[in-house]
């Protein structure tokens, strides 16, 4: 198993920025893609920001120029970097990451959720 600890969010004014933080706990498995998702009031959940075990990234189009994804392999931790931001943005942020375990596959786990609100 993957416990996944989410740690960043908040309230901020908009223009403002925060960091979130995801780290992933466990043995014996290699961490692949890693993902931020985004969850606004009654609305689907959406990616927002992907980035791959090699650095290739991928953002919606809603933050590009605004958020930076990056990851720490060392630590299994993968990072976003929120600045500029909007009230638009205010959503619950929800960390997704495959892992691989030889001989078992693939097992995509998510983070319980931290939430970040943008007062305009």
């Known amino acids: 198993q993957v416990q996944l600890v989410e740690s960043g969010g908040g309230l901020v004014q908009a223009g403002g920025s925060l960091r979130l933080s995801c780290a992933a706990s466990?043995?014996?498995?290699?961490?692949?893609?890693m993902a931020w998702y985004r969850q606004a009031p009654g609305r689907q959940r959406e990616l927002a920001a992907s980035?791959?075990?090699?650095?290739?990234?991928n953002y919606a189009d809603s933050v590009k120029g605004r958020f930076t994804i990056s990851r720490d392999n060392g630590k299994n931790t993968v990072y976003l970097e929120m600045n500029s931001l909007k009230p638009e943005d205010t959503a619950v942020y929800y960390c997704?990451?495959?892992?691989?375990?030889?001989?078992?596959?693939?097992?995509?786990?998510w983070g319980q959720g931290t939430q970040v609100t943008v007062s305009s």
């Open positions: 980035i791959t075990s090699g650095g290739s990234t």
């Open positions: 466990g043995r014996s498995y290699s961490v692949r893609t």
């Open positions: 997704n990451v495959e892992a691989f375990w030889a001989g078992l596959g693939t097992r995509i786990f």
